[in-house]
């Protein structure tokens, strides 16, 4: 069984801003789910519809869809990840062309009832997409499309150690990345392989960091993504990411998920469980959980600083910031904070993270 | 047999704003007397001031006028007048005076701006003020002009120079101002500098006016109005041309005049 | 830690926790002139000051203000709201403590005042120890996450009640079984049991001062009405804490009582406008609602906050009720239903205007009202937006304020 049957049409376009929409499910039902990323566009004309002092990054979607700067879509489907997406959903309809087909509450825990329900969900969500689609949800279809994301997960996975072991550069990761999570599974996983053959076949070191010294490991929290900016003027500045808890990198299904049953329940549960137990992100509210999480990805990665790259307004991440410095500094691992309107650092914002790296230098022995 | 003057009936309007104040005298429906000065420290003395300029230039004492109205961010402070009344009615009430058609009228003034949606009869129909924030005020023009070494009255003409607008992305005044000190120090043409300063004023507004809603005939009064760069930039961001009054900081006192005239409801 | 200084507040630590000062505070409040139902609220709050910081006879949740209070008074636990207890530190000029000690614990300052100054002034030691945390999903991102944080903190157990945002009999079922859920945990864990007789004399309790709540709701459609709105922005108090609780009862029959005695004496004489207030108000002392009251003589006749969100309690199946209550709520959802609470509102009470409080750093109430201006603009009533801030008397300028409501208020006369 090929992908032709499922390519009888071009699937359609809809754009997810939530690490919780399983995009297995999408495209088994003839969509291609495309992350939505904001663009360059400035936040002031969303400031017609949402507040001034709202999630930036809710903003700054919004307005590049307004502005038109954004890659096309046929729709999107929306989620009660956070005030700011659920504003953002009751809002868009009054001003974006771009009808919404579906709106997929993901539960806040792991456990047993909350999987029966978000599987349940998911059905639902499946069969309000497939009405615009024409193609229902089937096993084989879903099977097939499970399979397609496995293999991206294997390719990410892989790749990840290669940037992790210096043969892949931070820029071109974070790109595969990207293009992993707005680009059609098929020609993604190929370009993930032929990256992955590239950097195999590459037997010279990444030169990541310049300098004499060991570079400096920055681990980065973000929502969505870190600002490409920022990354930059960390490796330029004899220091390296080391990881990077967001969207983008670790907080997505890393691990395979099963495709064993005959039914779409069966499926569709697996779907339900792989995805409610992802690495956690605030909105689970499980704080001890969470900073176990961040501070051991820390040690594994020997990461000497932690920078929380945050949109201005973010709620849910700027509330769990204190606890999580305090647990971070604990174990010896400083913190900066920043707070960004849009991805372009401001000098002021470039000045605090220089003095911040400065800063971990000089406290660092091997420095 | 009695003058012109002792058969008139004379109301003053007086809008006190933060940086500047008018006065206006009306008889009937013919503006007699207008002065503009700038508040300083004192409302109540500048209300004094603005009034005493307007009556001098009218040949008139102050107590031939039947009525006064304050309006502006100052009108508490003038014990003397009658009746106070916000800017947003006298400013719909007095730019439907002079162009009946109108239907949204955008001010930018010292330290606030205001989009009113004005009703037939030129009561407000709804209104919306910019939130805590100088950077889509006359004041943000003041601290770039500042910066860029120009008169306020020059803006509009450098700005309309330019063949592009330099993108100034912060949404505070203090950063834009750090923007614009750095685009200087790039070498960015000045007229690129200040057209990109106008669009940014002007989509501030523009995204304000769109809660609202904004419905033509639209009219742009307030001091920035004489900024021809910010009418070009606003005119773009709203999508449609703009009725800019003759004298556009006075529509307040004029509209405040009128509703001493007419009565007690604006 | 730092222990901030201020006379105001040792003073006040030493009256919270010595059983003398609060019957000291309790003789001083009975020695005022008060209306007999805020008589009752004031003792009821001291009641629940006793019991969460010097006697402890039960164990003290903290939560947050949209638990069902039945089924803390059914399990014979003492909640604490500290949303709530927020808003009476700001009443109390403190909420200068609570900002400058979250601050100094790192919360960043654009987050909404109501949880920040809370968390400050538990920082200040000013609110009482918790046994355990509970927090809802609903109505924002920020009270859970602080929650939270305290538990994690001090160690205690945190339940987060993940409430949908649909109302079907799945989502239902759904909520019903987390609350099962947590009354497992506290009974596990706090040393309470469930009663299913309480139970159900608590789910009878609620649904009479509900009864009675809705009676006072009626009486104030009145013309004039008989009582100030801005006497009843503080509902929301009363509503998350009292119902299931034998107070509330007592209350609500006073409260209706004393609206009664006041249909032909209203206690605002001059009434001009009828509005319908959305969302909260300055609990610090400020001027805005007397300029709007007595002023203007705008008279708030209905406010989203004091309204009864949910429908009789059904004694058979409590927890199955008490979820319906939650998934209820006007703040869960879309804005599509606060729009049609507010069109219900308006037209019931005869309103020519709306007016939405909106406090700083409250994305969930402010981030959709283009959506609630628009709608109310269809049945032609205006909506007038106030950017304020319940709690920081520093962030709302009065100024500016008096100018939109003196336009607003020019606009419907």
Redesign the interface.
């Known amino acids: 069984m090929g992908q032709s049957h499922l390519r009888e049409s071009a699937p359609r376009r809809v754009g997810i801003c939530s690490a919780g929409v399983p995009r297995e499910l999408l495209w088994a039902v003839g969509c291609l789910p495309v992350r939505m990323f904001p663009t360059a566009a400035k936040p002031t004309p969303a400031e017609a519809y949402l507040p001034r002092n709202f999630c930036s990054l809710t903003r700054l979607l919004l307005a590049s869809y307004l502005e038109g700067e954004a890659p096309p879509l046929d729709a999107v489907v929306f989620t009660d990840e956070d005030d700011a997406t659920r504003r953002l959903h009751d809002v868009w309809s009054t001003c974006v062309n771009i009808p919404v087909w579906g709106f997929l509450e993901v539960p806040r825990s792991g456990g047993l009832h909350a999987v029966r329900r978000f599987a349940g969900l998911l059905a639902r969500l499946a069969t309000e997409v497939a009405e615009h689609t024409d193609r229902p949800l089937t096993p084989a279809r879903l099977r097939v499309a499970i399979e397609l994301f496995n293999q991206q997960r294997r390719l990410l996975t892989a790749l990840r150690q290669r940037w992790l072991d210096g043969r892949l550069p931070t820029p071109a990761y974070r790109r595969l990345r990207r293009m992993a999570l707005t680009d059609a599974p098929e020609s993604a996983n190929d370009a993930l392989q032929a990256a992955l053959d590239a950097a195999d076949h590459d037997t010279t070191a990444s030169q990541l960091a310049g300098g004499d010294s060991a570079p400096l490991r920055i681990l980065l929290l973000a929502e969505l993504a870190a600002p490409a900016s920022l990354v930059r003027q960390i490796e330029s500045n004899g220091s390296r990411v080391v990881g990077e808890v967001s969207d983008l990198d670790e907080l997505s299904v890393n691990a395979p998920v099963s495709s064993d049953g005959d039914r779409v329940e069966e499926m569709l549960t697996a779907l339900a469980e792989a995805y409610l137990n992802q690495p956690p992100g605030p909105r689970l509210r499980a704080v001890s959980q969470r900073i176990a999480y961040v501070t051991h990805l820390a040690e594994q990665r020997a990461a000497h600083a932690v920078i929380c790259a945050y949109s201005k307004f973010c709620d849910l991440y700027l509330a769990e910031y204190p606890v999580l410095r305090t647990e971070l500094e604990r174990v010896n691992r400083p913190v900066l904070l920043l707070e960004l309107e849009d991805d372009a650092l401001s000098g002021q914002h470039r000045t605090r993270v220089e003095a911040f790296l400065e800063m971990v230098r000089a406290s660092e022995p091997s420095h | 047999m009695r003058s012109p003057h002792q058969l008139a009936m004379y109301v003053a309007g007086i809008d006190i704003g933060s940086t500047s104040g008018e006065a206006l005298i009306l008889d009937g429906d013919r503006i007699v007397a207008w002065s503009v000065i700038d508040t300083g420290y004192n409302s109540r003395r500048a209300a004094e001031q603005a009034l005493r300029l307007a009556l001098a230039q009218a040949n008139l004492t102050q107590d031939r006028l039947q009525r006064i109205v304050a309006t502006g961010?100052g009108r508490v402070a003038v014990e003397f007048a009658h009746q106070q009344?916000?800017?947003?009615?006298c400013y719909a009430r007095g730019i439907h005076h002079l162009y009946p058609q109108v239907q949204t009228v955008v001010d930018i003034g010292g330290q606030?701006s205001k989009v009113v949606a004005v009703a037939p009869g030129g009561?407000?129909?709804?209104?919306a003020?910019n939130?805590?924030?100088a950077a889509g005020t006359g004041r943000f023009l003041e601290v770039m002009a500042r910066v860029l070494q120009l008169e306020l009255s020059e803006l509009g003409a450098c700005a309309l120079r330019a063949r592009r607008a330099a993108d100034i992305?912060?949404?505070c005044t203090v950063?834009a101002e750090?923007e614009v000190i750095?685009l200087v120090a790039e070498g960015t043409p000045r007229e690129e500098i200040v057209a990109g300063i106008c669009r940014s004023i002007a989509?501030?507004v523009?995204?304000?006016?769109?809660?609202v809603g904004v419905e033509p005939p639209v009219a742009f009064a307030g001091g920035v109005a004489r900024n021809s760069g910010v009418v070009r930039a606003l005119e773009e961001v709203l999508g449609h041309r703009l009725i800019v009054p003759d004298e556009p900081q006075i529509i307040g006192a004029l509209g405040a005049a009128l509703i001493a005239r007419d009565g007690n409801?604006? | 830690m730092n222990h901030p200084t201020d006379l105001k507040v040792r003073l006040l630590k030493w009256q919270l926790r010595s059983p003398l000062g609060l019957l000291l505070a309790r003789a001083l409040l009975a020695g005022r002139p008060q209306k007999p139902h805020h008589r009752i609220s004031a003792d009821f709050f001291m009641q629940i000051a006793r019991r969460t910081y010097t006697s402890r006879p039960a164990p003290v949740v903290w939560s947050n203000l949209f638990m069902p209070s039945e089924l803390f008074w059914a399990l014979g636990i003492t909640p604490f709201f500290p949303e709530a207890w927020t808003g009476l530190a700001a009443s109390m000029g403190l909420s200068a403590v609570g900002l400058t000690q979250s601050a100094a614990v790192g919360y960043p300052v654009d987050l909404c005042t109501v949880h920040r100054s809370g968390a400050g002034l538990h920082q200040a030691g000013l609110f009482p120890r918790a046994d355990a945390y509970v927090s809802t999903s609903n109505t924002c991102d920020v009270a859970g996450q602080v929650l939270a944080n305290f538990a994690h903190t001090e160690s205690r157990p945190f339940f987060f009640l993940d409430v949908p945002q649909t109302e079907d009999e799945a989502a239902v079922d759904y909520v019903a079984a987390q609350l099962q859920q947590l009354v497992d945990q506290w009974t596990a864990t706090l040393g309470v049991t469930y009663d299913p007789d309480r139970m159900r004399q608590t789910i009878r309790l609620s649904n009479q001062a509900r009864a009675l709540a809705l009676e006072v709701e009626h009486l104030r459609e009145a013309e004039p009405t008989p009582l100030r709105g801005s006497g009843m922005l503080d509902q929301l108090a009363m509503l998350t804490s009292m119902p299931g609780h034998p107070v509330g009862v007592t209350y609500y029959q006073a409260l209706l009582d004393y609206a009664k005695s006041r249909l032909a004496n209203p206690e605002q004489p001059t009434q001009k406008t009828r509005l319908y207030w959305m969302h909260l108000m300055p609990y610090f002392q400020s001027e805005l609602l007397a300029h709007l009251e007595d002023d203007l003589g705008a008279a708030i006749v209905a406010e989203e906050i004091s309204h009864v969100w949910w429908d009789e309690l059904d004694e058979v199946q409590p927890l199955r009720a008490l979820a319906r209550k939650m998934l209820g709520l006007y703040f869960n959802g879309p804005i599509e239903r606060r729009v049609n609470q507010a069109v219900t509102q308006i037209a019931r009470y005869r309103c020519r205007g709306a007016v939405h409080f909106s406090h700083w750093g409250c994305r969930q109430s402010a981030g959709a009202l283009h959506v609630v201006r628009a709608q109310l603009r269809k049945i032609g009533v205006p909506l007038l937006v106030l950017d304020g801030d319940c709690i920081d008397p520093e962030n709302l300028q009065l100024g500016p304020l008096r100018t939109r409501v003196d336009a607003f208020m020019e606009m419907l006369t």
């Open positions: 961010y009344v916000t800017e947003i009615s606030d009561k407000p129909l709804d209104f003020m939130d805590k924030c992305s912060s949404t950063f750090s750095t989509r501030r523009g995204a304000m006016a769109a809660r409801s604006p």
